[in-house]
T-cell receptor, first 112, second 119 residues
Framework: AQSVTQLGSHVSVSEGALVLLRCNYSSSVPPYLFWYVQYPNQGLQLLLKYTTGATLVKGINGFEAEFKKSETSFHLTKPSAHMSDAAEYFCAVSDSSYKLIFGSGTRLLVRP | GAVVSQHPSWVICKSGTSVKIECRSLDFQATTMFWYRQFPKQSLMLMATSNEGSKATYEQGVEKDKFLINHASLTLSTLTVTSAHPEDSSFYIC???????????????FGAGTRLSVL
Protein backbone atom coordinates (compact mmCIF):
# COMPACT_ATOMS: atom_id res chain seq x y z
CA ALA A 1 0.00 0.00 0.00
CA GLN A 2 1.08 3.53 -0.67
CA SER A 3 0.91 6.47 1.69
CA VAL A 4 2.04 10.07 1.96
CA THR A 5 2.96 12.10 5.01
CA GLN A 6 3.15 15.86 4.92
CA LEU A 7 4.85 17.35 7.95
CA GLY A 8 3.28 20.57 9.11
CA SER A 9 -0.34 21.39 8.42
CA HIS A 10 0.59 25.07 8.28
CA VAL A 11 3.76 26.78 7.13
CA SER A 12 4.20 30.52 7.42
CA VAL A 13 6.94 32.45 5.63
CA SER A 14 7.69 36.06 4.87
CA GLU A 15 7.40 37.32 1.34
CA GLY A 16 10.75 36.75 -0.36
CA ALA A 17 11.78 33.96 1.99
CA LEU A 18 12.51 30.36 1.12
CA VAL A 19 9.55 28.01 0.96
CA LEU A 20 10.04 24.41 2.09
CA LEU A 21 7.11 22.01 2.25
CA ARG A 22 7.92 18.50 3.37
CA CYS A 23 6.63 15.25 1.94
CA ASN A 24 7.58 11.68 2.72
CA TYR A 25 6.09 8.70 0.98
CA SER A 26 5.77 4.98 1.38
CA SER A 27 5.52 2.72 -1.63
CA SER A 28 6.35 -0.89 -2.38
CA VAL A 29 6.84 -0.11 -6.06
CA PRO A 30 8.68 2.71 -7.82
CA PRO A 31 6.39 5.64 -7.19
CA TYR A 32 5.07 8.44 -9.27
CA LEU A 33 5.15 11.57 -7.10
CA PHE A 34 3.25 14.81 -7.50
CA TRP A 35 2.71 18.19 -5.93
CA TYR A 36 -0.62 19.90 -6.44
CA VAL A 37 -1.80 23.34 -5.36
CA GLN A 38 -5.38 24.18 -4.43
CA TYR A 39 -6.83 27.66 -4.10
CA PRO A 40 -10.03 28.12 -2.06
CA ASN A 41 -13.11 26.45 -3.53
CA GLN A 42 -11.20 25.29 -6.57
CA GLY A 43 -9.88 22.05 -7.95
CA LEU A 44 -6.25 21.04 -7.99
CA GLN A 45 -3.53 22.32 -10.26
CA LEU A 46 -0.42 20.28 -10.96
CA LEU A 47 2.77 22.00 -9.87
CA LEU A 48 5.23 19.28 -10.80
CA LYS A 49 5.71 15.55 -11.03
CA TYR A 50 8.36 12.89 -10.78
CA THR A 51 8.02 9.68 -12.74
CA THR A 52 11.47 8.56 -13.82
CA GLY A 53 14.76 10.15 -14.75
CA ALA A 54 16.15 13.31 -13.23
CA THR A 55 15.50 13.47 -9.52
CA LEU A 56 15.35 17.27 -9.38
CA VAL A 57 12.10 18.31 -10.93
CA LYS A 58 11.19 21.85 -11.87
CA GLY A 59 7.59 22.93 -11.98
CA ILE A 60 5.47 25.97 -12.58
CA ASN A 61 5.63 29.24 -10.66
CA GLY A 62 9.27 28.71 -9.67
CA PHE A 63 8.68 25.60 -7.59
CA GLU A 64 10.91 22.56 -7.65
CA ALA A 65 11.18 19.27 -5.79
CA GLU A 66 13.84 16.65 -5.36
CA PHE A 67 13.13 12.94 -5.26
CA LYS A 68 15.37 11.27 -2.68
CA LYS A 69 14.83 7.55 -2.70
CA SER A 70 17.13 6.91 0.26
CA GLU A 71 15.07 9.29 2.37
CA THR A 72 11.73 8.46 0.74
CA SER A 73 11.17 12.17 0.42
CA PHE A 74 9.89 14.59 -2.19
CA HIS A 75 10.10 18.01 -0.58
CA LEU A 76 8.82 21.08 -2.40
CA THR A 77 10.86 24.27 -2.45
CA LYS A 78 10.77 27.76 -3.87
CA PRO A 79 13.63 30.22 -3.35
CA SER A 80 11.50 33.30 -2.83
CA ALA A 81 7.88 33.28 -1.69
CA HIS A 82 5.31 35.53 -3.30
CA MET A 83 1.99 36.58 -1.82
CA SER A 84 0.21 34.72 -4.62
CA ASP A 85 1.77 31.45 -3.42
CA ALA A 86 -0.55 31.38 -0.41
CA ALA A 87 -2.67 28.26 -0.92
CA GLU A 88 -3.04 24.63 0.12
CA TYR A 89 -0.41 22.25 -1.19
CA PHE A 90 -0.85 18.52 -1.54
CA CYS A 91 1.77 15.88 -2.11
CA ALA A 92 0.52 12.73 -3.80
CA VAL A 93 1.78 9.31 -4.83
CA SER A 94 0.48 6.89 -7.38
CA ASP A 95 1.46 3.67 -9.08
CA SER A 96 0.64 2.24 -12.46
CA SER A 97 -3.06 2.24 -11.64
CA TYR A 98 -2.94 6.07 -11.71
CA LYS A 99 -4.98 6.34 -8.55
CA LEU A 100 -3.67 9.23 -6.47
CA ILE A 101 -3.11 8.93 -2.75
CA PHE A 102 -2.87 12.37 -1.19
CA GLY A 103 -1.12 13.65 1.87
CA SER A 104 -3.05 15.65 4.42
CA GLY A 105 -2.03 18.94 2.88
CA THR A 106 -0.01 21.95 4.00
CA ARG A 107 -1.45 25.43 4.08
CA LEU A 108 1.17 27.98 3.07
CA LEU A 109 0.77 31.43 4.54
CA VAL A 110 2.86 34.28 3.16
CA ARG A 111 3.37 37.32 5.37
CA PRO A 112 3.95 40.69 3.77
CA GLY B 1 -3.92 21.89 -21.94
CA ALA B 2 -6.51 19.31 -21.01
CA VAL B 3 -9.66 20.62 -19.38
CA VAL B 4 -12.04 18.84 -17.05
CA SER B 5 -15.34 20.55 -16.43
CA GLN B 6 -17.44 19.81 -13.36
CA HIS B 7 -21.04 20.89 -12.90
CA PRO B 8 -22.62 22.26 -10.81
CA SER B 9 -20.02 24.14 -8.83
CA TRP B 10 -22.34 24.51 -5.86
CA VAL B 11 -25.58 22.81 -4.96
CA ILE B 12 -27.87 23.05 -1.97
CA CYS B 13 -30.50 20.39 -1.48
CA LYS B 14 -32.96 19.14 1.09
CA SER B 15 -32.29 16.04 3.11
CA GLY B 16 -33.61 12.94 1.36
CA THR B 17 -33.25 14.21 -2.18
CA SER B 18 -30.73 13.04 -4.76
CA VAL B 19 -28.10 15.17 -6.42
CA LYS B 20 -26.24 14.49 -9.65
CA ILE B 21 -22.78 15.88 -10.33
CA GLU B 22 -21.29 15.80 -13.82
CA CYS B 23 -17.65 15.52 -14.80
CA ARG B 24 -16.70 16.10 -18.42
CA SER B 25 -13.41 15.90 -20.22
CA LEU B 26 -13.76 18.73 -22.72
CA ASP B 27 -10.93 18.15 -25.17
CA PHE B 28 -9.89 14.58 -24.60
CA GLN B 29 -11.37 11.16 -24.03
CA ALA B 30 -11.22 9.54 -20.64
CA THR B 31 -11.98 5.86 -20.24
CA THR B 32 -11.26 6.28 -16.55
CA MET B 33 -12.19 9.06 -14.18
CA PHE B 34 -11.76 9.37 -10.45
CA TRP B 35 -14.07 10.82 -7.82
CA TYR B 36 -12.72 12.35 -4.62
CA ARG B 37 -14.33 13.77 -1.52
CA GLN B 38 -12.79 16.55 0.52
CA PHE B 39 -13.99 17.66 3.94
CA PRO B 40 -13.21 21.21 5.10
CA LYS B 41 -9.53 21.75 5.74
CA GLN B 42 -8.78 18.12 4.98
CA SER B 43 -7.21 16.16 2.19
CA LEU B 44 -8.84 14.47 -0.77
CA MET B 45 -10.06 10.96 -0.25
CA LEU B 46 -10.50 8.74 -3.27
CA MET B 47 -14.07 7.46 -3.41
CA ALA B 48 -14.18 5.47 -6.61
CA THR B 49 -12.77 4.83 -10.03
CA SER B 50 -15.26 5.39 -12.84
CA ASN B 51 -14.80 3.08 -15.82
CA GLU B 52 -16.39 3.80 -19.19
CA GLY B 53 -18.76 1.03 -20.17
CA SER B 54 -18.38 -0.95 -16.97
CA LYS B 55 -19.04 -0.79 -13.28
CA ALA B 56 -17.22 1.65 -11.07
CA THR B 57 -14.67 0.44 -8.57
CA TYR B 58 -15.31 1.74 -5.09
CA GLU B 59 -12.77 2.28 -2.34
CA GLN B 60 -13.20 0.50 0.93
CA GLY B 61 -15.84 2.08 3.10
CA VAL B 62 -17.64 3.92 0.30
CA GLU B 63 -21.28 2.93 -0.08
CA LYS B 64 -22.03 1.91 -3.65
CA ASP B 65 -25.75 2.42 -3.29
CA LYS B 66 -25.23 5.83 -1.79
CA PHE B 67 -22.85 7.16 -4.39
CA LEU B 68 -23.95 5.98 -7.82
CA ILE B 69 -21.44 6.39 -10.60
CA ASN B 70 -22.22 6.19 -14.29
CA HIS B 71 -19.61 6.52 -17.02
CA ALA B 72 -21.76 6.30 -20.12
CA SER B 73 -19.43 7.93 -22.62
CA LEU B 74 -15.74 8.61 -23.11
CA THR B 75 -16.16 12.21 -21.96
CA LEU B 76 -18.74 12.06 -19.18
CA SER B 77 -18.91 10.53 -15.74
CA THR B 78 -21.66 11.31 -13.26
CA LEU B 79 -21.82 10.92 -9.50
CA THR B 80 -25.27 10.78 -7.94
CA VAL B 81 -25.57 11.19 -4.21
CA THR B 82 -28.79 9.36 -3.39
CA SER B 83 -31.03 10.25 -0.46
CA ALA B 84 -28.59 12.88 0.65
CA HIS B 85 -28.19 13.69 4.32
CA PRO B 86 -26.33 16.51 6.07
CA GLU B 87 -23.32 14.26 6.66
CA ASP B 88 -22.94 13.98 2.89
CA SER B 89 -22.19 17.69 2.71
CA SER B 90 -18.71 18.00 1.31
CA PHE B 91 -16.59 19.12 -1.61
CA TYR B 92 -16.57 16.56 -4.42
CA ILE B 93 -13.85 16.64 -7.05
CA CYS B 94 -13.37 14.57 -10.17
CA UNK B 95 -10.27 13.95 -12.21
CA UNK B 96 -9.33 12.32 -15.47
CA UNK B 97 -5.92 11.01 -16.47
CA UNK B 98 -4.03 11.52 -19.65
CA UNK B 99 -5.22 14.61 -21.40
CA UNK B 100 -4.57 14.77 -25.11
CA UNK B 101 -4.08 11.63 -27.17
CA UNK B 102 -0.77 10.10 -26.28
CA UNK B 103 -0.45 12.15 -23.14
CA UNK B 104 1.03 10.48 -20.08
CA UNK B 105 -1.71 8.72 -18.17
CA UNK B 106 0.01 9.40 -14.88
CA UNK B 107 -1.01 13.06 -15.02
CA UNK B 108 -4.44 13.78 -13.67
CA UNK B 109 -6.53 16.76 -14.65
CA PHE B 110 -8.98 17.95 -12.05
CA GLY B 111 -12.38 19.53 -12.21
CA ALA B 112 -13.03 22.66 -10.18
CA GLY B 113 -15.10 20.74 -7.67
CA THR B 114 -18.70 20.74 -6.49
CA ARG B 115 -19.67 21.95 -3.06
CA LEU B 116 -22.69 20.04 -1.80
CA SER B 117 -24.67 21.39 1.13
CA VAL B 118 -27.50 19.20 2.41
CA LEU B 119 -29.99 20.96 4.67
Amino acid sequence: AQSVTQLGSHVSVSEGALVLLRCNYSSSVPPYLFWYVQYPNQGLQLLLKYTTGATLVKGINGFEAEFKKSETSFHLTKPSAHMSDAAEYFCAVSDSSYKLIFGSGTRLLVRP
Amino acid sequence: GAVVSQHPSWVICKSGTSVKIECRSLDFQATTMFWYRQFPKQSLMLMATSNEGSKATYEQGVEKDKFLINHASLTLSTLTVTSAHPEDSSFYICSAPGGQAGGPKNIQYFGAGTRLSVL
